[in-house]
């Protein structure tokens, strides 16, 4: 019956999920960024993978009044004279940040990868390669654990990137080209802030850079959107030709410290092989208690059992041990028999604001996950600060260290306990979204939001209580739609609070403030 009922349920998943895929459309006529401070010295701020901020070398730009500077400021006002709608269009949608728009774009490729592969006719499944990225199924999976590293990623990297890029600007000093010719139009606020490296360019090739690493597939459309994000800077009039080579080369470099780790950091092992897989479930059955089993027909592998062995950003393995709590109630105890009948009598009658509630925080199968959820929150709150691109970069790589980090202390977790669902005990509890295919103990949405709220109310101190009462919402949810025991979620938001804890403490310790 499950097998029967899979293809409707998928058919209204993507539905739903096509109405949340374009994440721009809530910020498509937000004004051009504005800051308030333009941190002229986040040069010195601290770095995360970067030893210093000069550790790829910029040459010295060339003066303005030079010939190749003066080649630079023609280009420019051809390509204003012969602006078209389209383009007029990308400036705009660029001008209000760019950090923003390429955490946008992230958020779509989430959601468009977000597609677990469906069983081949001998009933296995097959798991997306990125050796073979364009053979089905397609790679990657873009999972609640996948996602949350890929966000880590992207989101420490531009950082990175525009610290160096503003260390640069400062040293170099060379003005705007609307600074420098007044006849320039400008589709951008006129600032203080010095144009060589070009911020845009240096993030636009960061950000290229780590993508197309991230969703091979797409490097055609991640090239195109660099391109836009680069002649929309020069058309603003806020950067020359030579501006925007400069920033590109410097982001791709940085880039490259990102992808060197990434390649070293165990998540191309996380899926595990069957042995793996054998021994998780013979190794609960040694301890006398009930292995989780996929409720999957037919049954699915489980989700990278070995994410919890994927290195940290935040903190080192023998931390990341550390932050592992005591485990949940003994599957033949009478604590677990109650906590199963609680699941089971929260599930029967659903209320109207229980649904909703269940629903708003499913972030299930072709959308941006979890972590990509409370990036959307984030990112909400964010627009309204008017902050520099180097702000909007530091804190949400604050934010999308601790999700990832917060996968993999979670990921750890659950394999090292390898729980069953409360559907697994009593099959009368009928769940009131889709039962995840990995164990129970903890809770991966009261984990990912615990983290989020603790390092968001840090970041902006007057929206706390409100963060806090989003996450403990986020980690009910699970228990009202019957995916998880209350403990799970309990435990779930106190641990995932902790791992936020060390983003705080980073914050406060990385110049910024």
């Avoid at 401070?37 to 040069?43: I, P, V």
């Avoid at 009039?237 to 080579?245: M, Q």
Wanted: overall charge neutral; aromatic content about 10%.
């Amino acid at each position: 019956m499950r097998s029967k009922i899979l293809i409707p349920v998928l058919v209204t998943c993507l539905a739903m999920a096509a109405c949340n895929k374009d994440v721009s459309n809530s910020t498509a006529n937000l004004p051009a960024l504005n800051p308030a401070d333009q941190d002229l010295n986040a040069g010195s701020w601290k770095t995360i993978l970067l030893s210093r901020p000069d550790s790829f070398a910029v040459a010295a730009p060339a003066a303005t009044n030079s010939t190749g500077y003066a080649a630079d400021i023609l280009e420019l006002k051809g390509y204003q004279r012969n602006m078209t709608g389209a383009q007029a269009a990308a400036v705009k949608y660029w001008s209000a940040g760019a950090v923003l728009r390429w955490n946008e774009i992230m958020r779509e490729l989430v959601a468009k990868y977000n597609l677990p592969p469906y069983q081949l006719p001998d009933g296995t499944y097959p798991i997306p390669s990125a050796a073979n990225p364009f053979a089905y199924p397609l790679f990657p999976f873009a999972n609640p654990p996948y996602a949350a590293r890929a966000y880590g990623y992207v989101g420490a990297a531009q950082y990175d990137a525009l610290v160096a890029c503003w260390y640069y600007k400062k040293l170099y000093n060379r003005p705007a080209p609307y600074k420098v010719d007044s006849t320039i139009k400008t589709f951008v606020p006129k600032t203080t802030l010095p144009s060589y490296p070009s911020e845009a360019a240096v993030l636009a090739g960061v950000t290229a850079e780590m993508m197309k690493l991230l969703f091979p597939g797409e490097i055609g459309a991640i090239q195109q959107r660099l391109q836009e994000a680069e002649l929309a800077a020069i058309m603003s009039g806020a950067a020359t030709r030579s501006d925007i080579t400069a920033g590109e080369a410097l982001g791709r470099q940085v880039a490259q410290m990102f992808i060197t780790r990434a390649r070293g950091d165990n998540a191309g092992k996380a899926v595990g092989t069957p042995t793996d897989w054998n021994n998780l479930v013979t190794n609960t059955e040694a301890k006398n208690q009930v292995p989780w089993l996929s409720l999957e027909t037919p049954s699915r592998p489980p989700m990278l059992p070995l994410f919890g062995r994927v290195k940290c950003f935040l903190f080192d393995s023998a931390t990341m041990v550390s932050l592992r709590p005591g485990p949940p109630p003994s599957t033949g105890s009478d604590e677990m028999r109650s906590d199963v009948s609680e699941v089971y009598a929260k599930v029967k009658n659903p209320t109207r604001d229980q649904m909703k509630i269940v629903q708003f925080w499913a972030d299930g199968v072709g959308t941006y996950t979890p972590p990509g959820h409370w990036n959307a929150i984030a990112a909400e709150d964010f627009i309204k600060k008017n902050w520099s691109e180097v702000r909007w970069a530091r804190n949400f790589a604050l934010l999308n260290c601790a999700e990832m980090d917060a996968g993999v202390v979670c990921w750890d977790i659950k394999y090292f306990y390898f729980n069953p669902r409360p559907s697994q005990i009593n099959g009368d509890i009928k769940t009131l979204t889709g039962v995840p295919n990995f164990p129970s103990y903890v809770s991966g949405h009261s984990m990912f939001s615990g983290a989020a709220a603790a390092i968001l109310g840090h970041i902006v101190p007057e929206r706390a209580s409100a963060y806090m009462a989003m996450a403990q919402e986020a980690a009910n949810s699970r228990f009202i739609g019957g995916i998880h025991y209350k403990v799970d979620c309990e435990v779930g938001l106190t641990v995932g609070q902790n791992v936020g804890n060390y983003a705080v403490q980073r914050a406060t310790h990385d110049g910024a403030e």
